[in-house]
T-cell receptor, first 115, second 117 residues
Framework: QQQVKQSPQSLIVQKGGIPIINCAYE??????FPWYQQFPGKGPALLIAIRPDVSEKKEGRFTISFNKSAKQFSLHIMDSQPGDSATYFC??????????????FGAGTRLAVHP | KAGVTQTPRYLIKTRGQQVTLSCSPI?????VSWYQQTPGQGLQFLFE???????NKGNFPGRFSGRQFSNSRSEMNVSTLELGDSALYLCASSLGFVTGESTDTQYFGPGTRLTVL
């Protein structure tokens, strides 16, 4: 119940394409769903995040779609660029009593955007 | 504003030794969380400290411990190192509380790459 399942494991698209990364969860207590981008040798950087009471959120070329009834959410990258080549992690937060910051991460998706 | 800093960036130890990693959070942040990242297990939550108290803990053995100082800086200690402890150890800082629309975003440092031989 604490897992977040992420797919696909890897993804290759051409420049300008729209890669879509999907995540699914079971625990309905999760209250916050961030996406992180990680480049080799760097720590994860927050890309965009959503709460379960919102069905879609856009920030620049990045969009999260959230389906609360299906317990699924996905990341879309519009007009993808070679510089978007990185590993993307979805995550979910379960707010236990007394604390907020236990993030449960998906396994990651390695994205390659070819010129 | 300076980001999260972690020292050292790289560390090589042998089995049985112990190691201490350090994390300095973003100024004003009172929560520090630690994660272990490995190719096999991905990113796994170790523990979170807020105002010098551990308030969240993941499923790691007692060899993994941490502490937080009054200036919010945090250290993580691993005793009796095993080969499987080789990983990237990430520290993340946040304000530590949710108010209004704030979601208490976690900001990660670059990590400490620990290799156990």
């Amino acid at each position: 119940q604490q897992q977040v399942k992420q797919s696909p494991q890897s993804l290759i698209v051409q420049k300008g394409g729209i890669p879509i990364i999907n995540c699914a969860y079971e625990n309905t207590a999760f209250d916050y769903f961030p996406w992180y981008q990680q480049f080799p040798g760097k720590g994860p950087a927050l890309l965009i995040a959503i709460r379960p009471d919102v069905s879609e959120k856009k920030e620049g070329r990045f969009t999260i779609s959230f389906n609360k009834s299906a317990k699924q959410f996905s990341l879309h990258i519009m007009d993808s660029q070679p510089g978007d080549s990185a590993t993307y992690f979805c995550a979910a937060r379960n707010p236990p009593l007394g604390g907020y910051n236990k993030l449960i991460f998906g396994a990651g998706t390695r994205l390659a955007v070819h010129p | 504003k300076a980001g999260v800093t972690q020292t050292p960036r790289y560390l090589i130890k042998t089995r049985g030794q112990q190691v201490t990693l350090s994390c300095s959070p973003i100024s004003g942040h009172r929560s520090v969380s630690w994660y272990q990242q490995t190719p096999g297990q991905g990113l796994q939550f170790l523990f979170e400290y807020f105002s010098e108290t551990q308030r969240n803990k993941g499923n790691f053995p007692g060899r993994f411990s941490g502490r937080q100082f009054s200036n919010s800086r945090s250290e993580m200690n691993v005793s009796t190192l095993e080969l499987g402890d080789s990983a990237l150890y990430l520290c993340a800082s946040s304000l530590g509380f949710v108010t209004g629309e704030s979601t208490d975003t976690q900001y990660f440092g670059p990590g400490t790459r620990l290799t156990v031989l």
